[in-house]
């Protein structure tokens, strides 16, 4: 009964490589979030999505490209991978309707750009 | 300066201790306030919410000061599971959506040792 979950757990590619994360929650929330947490440890937010409308697009590039297929998916392609995207990319989701809003982050993904 | 800061630490203490954490913000149009923790490796999980009057639970206690954009977190009579990074959150209120922008620090880092 997993909340928010996300595949794969880790990803390890070459540089130039294209590959997806996809992320799901069953909480029936209607805003859903990827996070980037870097080797420093900060999380910066990229991208949020309610009811599959983009809200927030932070200044990522664009070899970055979120799809929110219903309410409860939203995937992350990233293109032409670097060695900069190395980290910890987290999903997460909340409900608006709720204040103040608490977000709920599923396991991450560890991603490794060799 | 960055949105949100905190002292990274590492604090290290003795169970049974009292340790506090301070964080500040520089956007004073914040309205929503969290105290977030990280287990190593882990996702980001809500500690508690932090608010004006100032909100206890159980041994934790948040205080937020609006005109020194100041918070803080108490931690009394220390155990070994509270060993964690704790991370200071804060977010926008406009309305709709745009509260679900957090903004972390980059979190300071707890060990309690027997």
């Known amino acids: 009964d997993t909340a928010v979950s996300q595949t794969p757990k880790y990803l390890v590619t070459q540089m130039g490589n294209d590959k997806s994360i996809k992320c799901e929650q069953n909480?029936?929330?209607?805003?859903m979030y990827w996070y980037k947490q870097d080797s420093k440890k900060f999380l910066k937010i990229m991208f949020s999505?309610?009811?599959?409308?983009?809200?927030i697009n932070e200044t990522v590039p664009n070899r970055f490209s979120p799809k929110s297929p219903d309410k409860a998916h939203l995937n992350l392609h990233i293109n032409s991978l670097e060695l900069g995207d190395s980290a910890v990319y987290f999903c997460?989701?909340?409900?608006?309707?709720?204040?103040?809003?608490?977000?709920?982050f599923g396991p991450g993904t560890r991603l490794t750009v060799l | 300066r960055k949105e949100v800061e905190q002292d990274p630490g590492p604090f290290n203490v003795p169970e049974g201790a009292t340790v506090a954490f301070n964080c500040t913000y520089s956007?004073?149009?914040?309205?929503?306030f969290f105290w977030y923790r990280q287990d190593c490796r882990k996702e980001p999980k809500l500690l508690m919410s932090?608010?004006?009057s100032g909100n206890e639970d159980g041994r934790f206690t948040a205080q937020l000061n609006r005109a020194s954009q100041y918070i803080s977190l108490l931690i009394r009579d220390s155990k070994l599971s509270d060993s964690a990074t704790y991370l200071c959150?804060?977010?926008?209120?406009?309305?709709?959506?745009?509260?679900?922008?957090?903004?972390f620090g980059q979190g300071t880092i707890l060990t309690v040792h027997p």
């Open positions: 997460a989701s909340s409900q608006t309707t709720v204040a103040p809003p608490e977000q709920f």
């Open positions: 909480l029936g929330h209607d805003t």
């Open positions: 999505y309610n009811n599959k409308e983009l809200i």
């Open positions: 956007n004073s149009a914040s309205q929503s």
């Open positions: 932090v608010y004006s």
């Open positions: 959150v804060v977010a926008p209120n406009a309305g709709g959506t745009s509260y679900g922008k957090l903004t």
